[in-house]
């Protein structure tokens, strides 16, 4: 990096956009991934300089950055292309509650906000617990998340570890752990045969239909279409691995399962 800490941050992912507003340093944001919408004034505030698999590499040249935040393998040759341009890069790969956590400490630490960051990290463990306290006695359904419909593909690690602190067993928990989406492909008839009693979707940026669900061949008899359980949880909400998730994402999981929120979650204004 050229200073410490960085005034001048591109972030390419939606979770350290978020991160920074709610630890109040969002002033050091100078560009943003297309998909960022928290918080809404973001797209009025912050230049969009990426989609998630490609950048736009001369404009982010352009805003002279101290650091780029990028996210994940798919990342990796935005990566490659910005550091033989001279570009500081943190790349973050989380895939869990946990790495999400160590995601906001180790952001905090990077922008000189340890203190801010522990608060937020902290505030969200304590939810969660309060979360998986309150679900503890209550019939547990089964739940199958898809992800992505044309394979049907599986919830991530963090979906599936939400859906549990709600109060929900994923039926495909040894699938949660495989970071690639090809690695949690699993077939109709896999998912019939775990019968689950709530299906929750949500097709990465693309408007789930129920009814389609629904229809699939052998599908009427299952105990979650038969009884009209099927519900969207839009992609900005718990395919970002940060705090949409563990807030907004986490309370539609609850909504589905048929449970109240729980109060607490930090939201802006931001924390600091």
């Known amino acids: 990096m050229r200073r410490f800490p960085p005034e001048r941050i591109v972030c390419l992912t939606e979770e350290t956009v978020e991160t920074l507003y709610l630890l109040g340093e969002q002033d050091r944001i100078v560009g943003v991934s297309g998909y960022a919408v928290r918080p809404p004034q973001v797209r009025r505030e912050k230049p969009r300089v990426s989609a998630f698999t490609s ?7 352009a805003l002279a950055p101290d650091l780029v935040l990028t996210f994940s393998d798919l990342q990796a040759g935005i990566v490659a292309d910005l550091v033989r341009a001279g570009i500081a890069v943190h790349a973050f790969n989380q895939r869990n ?4 956590m160590a995601m906001i400490r180790t952001l905090g630490a990077l922008v000189d906000a340890r203190e801010q960051a522990e608060a937020l990290a902290t505030s969200y463990e304590d939810r969660l ?45 040894e699938l949660a752990r495989q970071a690639a989406a090809k690695d949690r492909i699993v077939t109709p008839e896999a998912v019939m045969a775990a019968a689950p009693e709530v299906i929750l979707a949500s097709w990465c940026g693309k408007k789930v239909v ?20 099927i519900h969207e949880i839009k992609s900005p909400l718990i395919l970002q691995p940060g705090p949409a998730a ?8 609850l909504s589905a399962l048929g449970h109240p929120p729980v109060p607490g979650s930090p939201t802006l204004p931001i924390l600091g």
């Open 55 to 61: 950048a736009d590499l001369p404009k982010i040249l």
């Open 246 to 253: 563990l807030t907004d994402g986490l309370d539609a999981i």
């Open 129 to 173: 617990a309060r979360v998986a306290d309150l679900a503890r006695g209550r019939p547990r359904p089964r739940v199958y998340f898809e992800e992505w419909d044309e394979p049907l593909i599986s919830g991530i690690g963090w979906v599936s570890e939400l859906v549990g602190i709600a109060g929900g067993d994923d039926i495909f928990p």
């Open 97 to 100: 509650v946990a790495g999400i």
């Open 210 to 229: 129920p009814s389609r669900i629904a229809s699939r061949a052998g599908w009427a008899d299952m105990p979650a279409v038969a009884r009209g359980c």
